[in-house]
């Protein structure tokens, strides 16, 4: 037995550390946290000092076990989890859990997973911090209580089964915020003047207006006043410019630019980063420190002095602005800046890979000089001037490497966009003829809606949130329904092109499509209308002040300025005051809006967030005459839809003529639209409308379908279909639907591939049931963390025989009752099995929008 014992969080990190050490060394993975908060209400003692009680996790028990075997026989244990404050929490319940003592447990931190900083980590131990381990529990502590006060209200008042946090609800304002700005902007068109001029030689070169024109006539004056004029060069302006490099990545600007150059999300660039960090190719990933080790300084000026020459080297010292900046001492960058790309890892890790080292490598290099220059075009018959400019680099410097990415503009015109053209030789008072000059229409954009990446920015600007808790925070709000990430069409939009050629001004109406996005964040109605509720009754919850201010409190806990039962203290009283009078006082909350009235019924027609979703409203509740229902469609919103849209969904369903024999009908469901035919529902594609699904639009669906659903092999001599559903590309065999995982090719499967997904299936489907009853609808099941009972959609615990009061063991799991199953099952849903005699509907209170 290895006299040291090293505990690491996961099984990569253990296998590349226990590369560097010797035979005394055995590492271990813990696998992440091995305990959490107790999942009941008696997790935090509120009134006790938020006292803790906290359980191993179902599926770390044997882990657990592991550990606790191997700590009694080592001399020494080593706990080297993650130098942050997730990281000394993990290392605090390994201590807990394992029953560790001090003289003979040892703390060790490193930013890189490499041989020398490991070894260095080894000579360097010290105890476990206290601070980072309370400032851990009062994030956990305090999300975990606003998380459990704040449904059960969030149930009462708005709808079942929703949740709330505190960092996920503000990214929810922020993204509920941006859509009414976008909602209630009203574009303004102005014209803009281009004109391309040539020299004497012929040389073309673009100028522009700086001032746009707001009418049409006062652009046609322009052009009709530029149709007889002379151009000369009236200015000329050349000035060097310096660039300077983007410091070294953080995790959220490595989180933007991979957004930005390698269309990645926040959680997968987290996820391929992890990857890169454990197998000791970059440094730590989640920081907001922009500094870079001596170390890595010198192995920087190194690669760049070999590959670029000693012109390109420019030694820089990054400081982290970020107030509060400390959950690392170095910015993300390689171990090795030696290794330009990797020649192992999958696709996207070699892709981040060389991104981080660009950056980290590009920091140190000389600035890049461009020469800019900067012509005025005068006009004879006017006193406005043209300019066109262009830039000349001069040396690249940096720029040979990289170059930082921005955010992309909503319906940014390719014409609007800096070329950085290289202006002809000119001269000042030189004459230019002009080839065309054109007056185009543009409008006002709104602002652009958050991507992931912007998000991240903008949270960060804030001060809300950590490194590590930018990519949780953003899949929660998607996870929960409150935000969907998604591709949507424009739409199209006139306008005017006047332009001058020859002598002669023509007109011309053109179309351009407008407001299209691609991956941007855009609010459900639900989510919406929890922003709204919360706004309302928890002004601090979703107050941005107020929440960077609460991470203020968790720095200072984790420097150990402030206690942190009192910073507890302080926030929970007056929020569970808040609560409870939120529960006693508040209205129930739907959205609801008054649209105007039904001309053929002279009945109120009302939009809100229903049972199912978002719904039209015809009629009011205690009408003796029931109101009619209609579900929106998913490219509308209950904030945004106008009456004659509410009323249209009423036609819905509708027939079509008959196709093959089957009626056709075309209807809106729970998933969204559909065309039926026969008996066949048939999903319409996404973002398109189906009130406009006609005969001809309707038979291709239909044609689609038939091919999608024609058989593409064999299996044991019944056929294989595929398709594509709400959870990705799968295959169908009888009744069997099975997924078809990433790194499959969905479009060219082989035979050998159906075969291989179709087995692997019936082999898990065979030892998924331990025992099942199809027509109670009741089956004891193997899953991830155990055996279970399902009970309809229902997942519940088995709980322990009460023979033997222990855990039901496989042979006793094979042999129970259905009548002990439902015992187990009524134990934890009282009315599990009771007739439910059916409620007369109740009365429901009129809204004051109503009463009007």
């Not at 028990?61 to 009694?72: R, S, T």
Request: with cysteine.
């Amino acid at each position: 037995m290895a006299k040291n014992l090293l505990i690491v969080e996961s099984p990569a990190k253990a296998k590349t550390i226990e590369g560097y050490l010797g035979k005394d060394f055995l590492v271990k993975s813990s696998y992440g946290h091995i305990r959490d908060l107790k999942k009941d209400d008696s997790a935090i003692e509120v009134n006790n000092g938020f006292k803790q009680h906290y359980e191993i996790s179902p599926d770390k028990k044997q882990v657990v076990a592991e550990l606790k075997k191997l700590a009694k026989s080592a001399e020494m244990v080593w706990l080297a989890s993650d130098e942050d404050r997730e990281g000394e929490a993990i290392s605090w319940h390994l201590y807990e859990s394992l029953g560790l003592k001090e003289e003979n447990t040892k703390r060790i931190v490193f930013h890189e997973i490499t041989k020398p900083a490991i070894l260095k980590a080894i000579e360097n131990p010290r105890k476990i911090n206290q601070d980072l381990v309370n400032a851990q529990q009062a994030r956990r502590v305090l999300d975990r209580l606003v998380g459990f006060e704040l449904s059960p209200v969030l149930w009462k008042k708005v709808k079942p089964s929703l949740s709330a946090g505190r960092v996920q609800s503000v990214a929810v304002r922020l993204i509920v915020d941006r859509e009414r700005e976008i909602n209630a902007f009203e574009s303004t068109a102005a014209y803009r003047v281009v004109a391309i001029f040539f020299t004497d030689k012929k040389e073309l070169f673009k100028a522009e207006l700086a001032q746009k024109f707001d009418t049409e006539q006062e652009a046609q004056q322009f052009l009709q006043d530029c149709s007889g004029a002379s151009f000369q060069v009236s200015s000329l302006d050349t000035k060097p410019l310096k660039r300077n490099p983007a410091a070294p990545f953080t995790t959220s600007t490595l989180q933007q630019e991979a957004s930005r150059k390698l269309g990645f999300s926040v959680s997968r660039t987290m996820s391929v980063a992890q990857k890169l960090y454990e197998t000791g190719k970059i440094t730590y990933m989640r920081t907001d420190s922009v500094n870079l080790s001596e170390t890595a300084i010198e192995g920087a000026s190194r690669e760049i002095s070999s590959a670029y020459g000693e012109k390109y080297l420019q030694v820089r010292r990054f400081k982290t602005k970020t107030a509060g900046a400390q959950e690392a001492h170095e910015a993300i960058r390689p171990t090795n800046f030696g290794w330009h790309s990797l020649s192992d890892g999958d696709a996207s890790e070699k892709r981040l890979y060389e991104l981080i080292w660009k950056r980290a490598i590009a920091s140190q290099m000389s600035e890049a000089v461009i020469e800019k220059t900067t012509a005025k075009i005068g006009i004879s018959t006017r006193k406005e001037e043209l300019t066109a400019s262009g830039e000349v680099i001069k040396f690249d410097g940096f720029l040979k490497v990289y170059l930082e990415s921005e955010d992309e503009d909503t319906d940014a015109h390719l014409d609007e966009k800096s070329d950085n053209a290289i202006l002809p030789p000119l001269i000042k008072g030189q004459a230019v003829t002009a080839k065309e000059i054109t007056a185009t229409e543009r409008f006002s954009r709104p602002p652009a809606r958050y991507s992931e990446a912007s998000l991240v920015k903008k949270l960060e600007e804030l001060g809300i949130g950590r490194p590590s808790t930018y990519a949780p925070t953003i899949s929660t709000v998607q996870n929960r329904g409150y935000v969907v990430k998604e591709d949507r069409e424009g739409k199209s939009r006139k306008y005017q092109l006047l332009r001058l050629k020859d002598g002669k001004i023509s007109k011309e109406s053109k179309t351009e499509i407008t407001g299209a996005e691609k991956g941007k964040l855009f609010p459900t109605d639900i989510g919406a209308v929890v922003n709204d509720f919360l706004v309302e009754h928890f002004k601090g919850i979703v107050d941005f002040h107020f929440t960077a201010n609460v991470e203020k409190e968790f720095d200072e806990i984790a420097q150990g300025y402030k206690d942190w039962t009192a910073m507890l203290k302080n926030f929970y009283q007056p929020f569970h005051l808040e609560v409870e009078d939120t529960l006693q006082n508040a209205e129930r909350a739907s959205g609801e809006r008054l649209l105007g009235v039904d001309p053929k019924t002279g009945k109120n027609v009302y939009t809100r967030v229903g049972r199912f979703g978002p719904m039209v409203q015809i009629g009011e509740a205690d009408d003796e005459e029931k109101p009619v229902y209609a579900s929106l469609l998913k490219t509308q919103s209950i904030e945004s839809v106008s009456l004659e849209e509410a009323l249209d969904l009423f036609k819905l369903p509708f027939n079509l003529e008959d196709y093959e024999g089957k009626e056709v009908s075309v209807g809106i469901g729970r998933f969204g639209p559909y065309v039926k035919w026969g008996d066949t529902y048939i999903s319409v594609p996404k973002n398109e409308n189906a009130l406009e699904i006609n005969n001809q639009r309707a038979r291709e669906i239909i044609d689609e379908k038939i091919k999608a659903d024609a058989p593409v092999a064999t299996f044991r001599g019944e056929p294989v279909t595929k398709g594509k559903g709400r959870f990705g590309p799968f295959l169908k065999w009888r009744d069997l639907f099975v997924n078809v995982p990433v790194r499959y090719n969905f479009e060219n499967l082989s035979a050998k591939d159906i075969d291989e997904l179709i087995s692997a299936k019936i082999e898990k489907e065979a030892n998924r049931y331990i025992q099942q009853w199809e027509k109670e609808k009741i089956a004891i099941e193997n899953g991830r963390w155990g055996p279970f009972i399902r009970f309809g959609k229902q997942m519940l615990k088995l709980g322990k025989n009460p023979a033997t009061n222990e855990k039901y063991t496989a042979e006793e799991l094979r042999e129970v009752s259905l009548d002990d199953v439902k015992k187990l099952i009524t134990e934890q849903v009282p009315d599990a099995f009771e007739t439910k005699a059916k409620k007369a509907p109740a009365k429901k209170k009129v809204s004051a929008a109503k009463k009007k």
